[in-house]
């Protein structure tokens, strides 16, 4: 039996609360920003992609008038751009209160690497937000802070791959989107228990969106190809159709919850709550059982961490 719980989020009041969205140009990015902005938090909006950043900036305020976003540029691909962005946060001495890690790259379909040599899927989903968190942790402590990792339902039939993690030998790409997503449950998991045990004072959970028709799945699957995947179209369709995906202000939902509810936890997990947690209301589900391993995610922490050293 699938462990359920169905949640109804609360009105949200985030004034005097800085929030900082990965990949906020778009689809949930934003609109979690637009969310987090219409509940009275400042809102920082870290894109790869500034240009985008800035009209997603404009659409906020736009529909939020009085909204307090700004923009900086975040290139999880890159340890660099993101050692740039953690030191600048950390000497502007400003604690931050919410941090949602939610952008990501799905499914290329032949293998590309970051900017260090890992792999896309795992050093950018992954790797690249364990960097930014574990890099602003002094923020982070000292607001703190709620960390909402985003992660996927493609984490329940994943495995860690201990011996290939960054699929050297054997590219798959939707098991090494699923390797990823597992990575990011978790990293939360392992987050929180790290925090209550050292009083980081930190709350982390994770959330995914079901299948939510945004832009990723025309980005990632197209990468390296001539002609389109078919992805997005299929997509789309099936959004029309109303079957298996829902829209991104459905996806957000649980997001939403677990990263600014004051009822949702630490440790815990936040998905659709419709079969096969494909599309539903915001529920609190059951742990993947892949994600259980206590010292599997102590593995991951530590082989993290020496990754993102060099």
């Known amino acids: 039996m699938v462990f359920m719980t169905r949640v109804r989020i609360s009105p949200l009041d985030l004034n005097g609360r800085l929030a900082l969205v990965t990949g906020a140009s778009g689809g949930l990015g934003l609109g979690l920003s637009t969310r987090l902005a219409a509940a009275g938090a400042e809102v920082v909006l870290a894109v790869r992609d500034t240009t985008k950043g800035r009209g997603a900036l404009r659409r906020i305020e736009a529909e939020v008038p009085g909204a307090r976003v700004t923009v900086r540029e975040l290139d999880l691909a890159s340890l660099a751009s993101i050692e740039v962005l953690t030191k600048e946060l950390n000497g502007a001495d400003r604690p931050l209160h919410l941090l949602i890690n939610n952008a990501g790259v799905m499914a290329p379909a032949t293998r590309h690497t970051t900017a260090d040599g890992f792999e896309l899927q795992f050093g950018t989903n992954h790797l690249g937000h364990f960097a930014l968190t574990t890099g602003l ?116 939902q649980p997001i939403l919850y677990a990263a600014a509810d004051p009822h949702a936890g630490g440790g815990r997990l936040y998905g659709p709550d419709g079969i096969g947690q494909f599309t539903g209301g915001p529920a609190e589900l059951g742990i993947y059982r892949s994600a259980r391993d206590r010292d599997a995610a102590a593995r991951l922490w530590s082989l993290s961490a020496d990754a993102v050293k060099g």
């Open 137 to 252: 942790l002094p923020v982070l402590r000292a607001g703190r802070a709620r960390v909402t990792t985003v992660t996927s339902s493609a984490a329940r039939q994943a495995r860690p791959g201990w011996t290939d993690p960054q699929s050297e030998r054997a590219y798959a790409a939707v098991r090494a989107y699923g390797r990823s997503k597992l990575a990011n449950l978790m990293f939360a998991l392992e987050l929180d228990r790290r925090s209550r045990e050292q009083g980081w004072g930190i709350v982390s959970n994770a959330a995914h969106p079901g299948t939510t028709l945004t832009g990723l799945y025309a980005a990632g699957p197209n990468l390296g190809r001539q002609r389109p995947a078919p992805h997005e179209a299929i997509m789309s369709r099936l959004a029309r159709w109303g079957i298996l995906v829902h829209g991104v202000e459905q996806g957000l």
